[in-house]
Nanobody, 118 residues
Framework: QVQLVESGGGLVQAGGSLRLSCTAS????????MGWFRQAPGKGREFVAQ????????DYVRSVKGRFTISRDNTKNTVYLQMNSLKPEDTAVYYC???????????WGQGTQVTVSS
């Protein structure tokens, strides 16, 4: 069964940190760009970060640059999102996703809730 499973969300105070994990089963992620997205209450899904298969090329939405870091461990078939200096506006459900070879994100996890209190 092909699936992505996120973990690591929770409740944290502003200024705190969390590390999200996303582990794939049913296929290897080593040849795919992997991404993180988020959806805040009442808003659409927003791109957060993505990482190339080799882990060299990254992209981040401007609002998280310098605070979030995406990384991957292909031996564990897992991608991470280290989130530091969290702000209340980072509160959202965070999803990981696999990007296919035509540039579309086509596999999604179920999401993990991140809540940042002020």
């Amino acid at each position: 069964q092909v699936q992505l499973v996120e973990s690591g969300g929770g409740l944290v105070q502003a200024g705190g940190s969390l590390r999200l994990s996303c582990t794939a089963s049913g296929y290897t992620i080593s040849t795919y760009t992997m991404g993180w997205f988020r959806q805040a209450p009442g808003k659409g899904r927003e791109f957060v970060a993505q990482l190339s298969p080799g882990g060299v090329s990254t992209d981040y939405v401007r609002s998280v640059k310098g605070r979030f870091t995406i990384s991957r461990d292909n031996t564990k078939n897992t991608v991470y999102l280290q989130m530091n200096s969290l702000k209340p506006e980072d509160t959202a459900v965070y999803y990981c996703a696999k990007r296919n070879y035509v540039g579309q994100y086509d596999d999604w996890g179920q999401g993990t809730q991140v809540t940042v209190s002020s």
